[in-house]
């Protein structure tokens, strides 16, 4: 009796398919099985020998600090973390997201050896949240700086005029539909939206001055929002030192009198959607941070 044909040869193309299929499920769980497993709950490298240093990376436009936050913490109780590197490469971002980041590395540095690398820009609320390590390094060619605070604020009146839209608002108070699109601000909504404005400058000036233990008045003689390169930056005592990311390591290791090149342990791990790498790569503040009133961020531009 002939004995029928194998599967593969009767569906070679399902067959086929069903290999590949196969083989990337194999490489994913060696590549996951390799890069890291877990030890008390928390994720650790497989090949853990050696000294380790930890990497938070800072990209792009800063509209949100959670993940960031819990990638420092984590950072900060790992015993076998020695220092860390904060690469930061963004120009700004919002307000409250910049103010928690820096609170979170001014806690680490309290801690570990905390050095900030600066890439292509690190301003604003970029160079915010660098103030709270324990050393800054720059390239001489890096923008950064830029202490400043903006309130962003649209007027829309004569375009919603040309559709024949109006607003219909009832407040409780003068004051709470400042800001809105409908209309142009009223000289006591100017006055009210500078006072925020000076107070959250104030914040920046403040944390700035006290991380980096400069004289308030030297800090807010250079923050008129204005950029500097990383070697003017380095002149009017912002920056320590000049040089890119390996300089940082290697002054990092010296630092903790390290015999061995360390293991770089980077996160957080960052899976955006499309859209908003689109976003990012054209410094337009993601949707998550936009609202329909004003937009208060410590952003270069």
């Given at each position: 009796m002939a004995q029928s044909p194998r599967f593969s040869a009767r569906h070679p193309f399902l067959f086929g398919f069903l290999l590949i299929v196969l083989a990337v499920i194999l490489l994913i769980a060696s590549m996951m099985f390799f890069s890291s497993c877990m030890q008390d709950g928390k994720k650790i490298p497989f090949f853990n020998g050696g000294e380790k240093i930890g990497?938070?990376?800072?990209q792009g436009l800063i509209a949100s600090s959670r993940t960031v936050t819990a990638w420092i913490d984590q950072l900060q109780q790992d015993d076998s973390i020695k220092g860390v590197i904060v690469r930061i490469n963004s120009p700004g971002g919002v307000v409250g997201p910049s103010q928690?980041?820096?609170?979170?590395?001014?806690?680490?540095?309290?801690?570990?050896?905390?050095?900030?690398?600066?890439?292509?820009?690190?301003?604003?609320?970029?160079?915010y949240i660098a103030a709270g390590s324990s050393e800054i390094?720059?390239?001489?060619?890096?923008?950064?700086?830029?202490?400043?605070?903006?309130?962003?604020?649209?007027?829309?009146?004569?375009?919603?005029?040309?559709?024949?839209?109006?607003?219909?608002?009832?407040?409780?108070?003068?004051?709470?539909?400042?800001?809105?699109?409908?209309?142009?601000?009223?000289?006591?909504?100017?006055?009210?939206?500078?006072?925020?404005?000076?107070?959250?400058?104030?914040q920046f000036v403040t944390d700035v001055a006290s991380s980096r233990h400069m004289d308030q008045a030297r800090v807010?003689?250079?923050?008129?929002?204005?950029?500097?390169?990383?070697?003017?930056?380095l002149q009017a005592g912002l920056v320590d030192k000049m040089g890119g990311f390996e300089d940082a390591v290697r002054s990092l290791k010296k630092a903790l009198a390290l015999t061995k090149d360390p293991v770089l342990i980077e996160g957080p791990e960052t899976k955006r959607p499309l859209l908003s790498r689109i976003l990012g790569s054209l410094d337009i503040i993601p949707s998550n941070a936009m609202t329909p009133g004003p937009q208060w961020v410590f952003s270069y531009e």
């Open positions: 990497v938070v990376n800072i928690e980041i820096f609170q979170a590395v001014r806690r680490l540095a309290a801690s570990k050896p905390t050095i900030t690398s600066m890439g292509a820009v690190a301003a604003s609320g970029g160079y390094w720059a390239n001489p060619g890096t923008l950064t700086a830029s202490i400043g605070v903006k309130a962003q604020l649209k007027d829309m009146g004569e375009l919603m005029h040309k559709l024949g839209i109006k607003e219909q608002t009832v407040t409780s108070g003068s004051l709470k539909n400042a800001g809105t699109m409908f209309r142009p601000m009223t000289p006591e909504e100017k006055i009210y939206f500078q006072e925020l404005v000076d107070d959250l400058h104030d807010k003689a250079v923050a008129d929002g204005r950029a500097m390169t990383g070697r003017q930056a």
